[in-house]
């Protein structure tokens, strides 16, 4: 199954998918943007303000990248694959700006992997905050700091996300104890599925 984990950032995306990872032997974790795009924080400083369609179009090559990735090196349909970002974070971020896409897994004739699954991760916002002061902040790390902006975000989120392929996670306890909750989620999720 191809497995997208998402949410806020500083949320503990990472975290929850490495741990799922570790959790599930035989399974791949991957992230967008993928090593191949190693700029990304260079990338987001130069075009996030000057040239936000651009900006989606780097995070939207990186999607199509990882989606060709997967299918040519993974085997996705015996094994989970981890995805930290994908489609739905490019859409959902662009549309918070204002520019009208639609999560459309059809691109240019090119149909990119569709996930099986949903992982949302959910944190309050002072912990998130904190998380984000200790790890650093980056130029859309500060976006999210604003009300306003976070709450599109998160609009924009629950309007895409499907509620029958989505498992919501709030990561307010010791990892270890969210992520065997969620694993157990995902074994269920998948013998439906």
Do not use: W
């Not at 609009?155 to 306890?173: A, C, M, W």
């Amino acid at each position: 199954m191809l497995i997208v984990v998402t949410g806020l950032d500083g949320s503990g995306t990472s975290s929850v998918a490495k741990k799922l990872h570790e959790m599930d032997p035989g399974s791949y974790l991957l992230k967008t943007p993928s090593p191949e795009y190693a700029d990304r924080k260079r990338m987001d400083e130069a075009l996030h303000d000057e040239s936000p369609v651009a900006h989606m179009l780097y995070y939207l090559s990186s999607d199509i990248y990882i989606s060709d990735y997967i299918k040519n090196h993974c085997d996705y349909k015996n094994h989970n694959v981890y995805l930290v970002r994908y489609l739905i974070d490019t859409v959902v971020s662009s549309r918070a700006r204002g520019i009208d896409v639609d999560l459309d897994y059809n691109l240019y004739g090119n149909q990119l992997l569709v996930p099986d699954l949903t992982i949302f991760v959910r944190l309050d916002e002072e912990t998130r905050q904190r998380r984000l002061q200790e790890r650093g902040k980056d130029c859309l790390d500060v976006v999210l700091d604003d009300f306003e902006n976070r709450e599109k975000f998160l609009g924009e989120f629950s309007q895409l996300l499907d509620p029958k392929r989505t498992i919501y996670v709030t990561n307010n306890k010791a990892l270890e104890e969210v992520c065997s909750e969620t694993f157990q989620k995902i074994k269920t999720d998948k013998s439906h599925l």
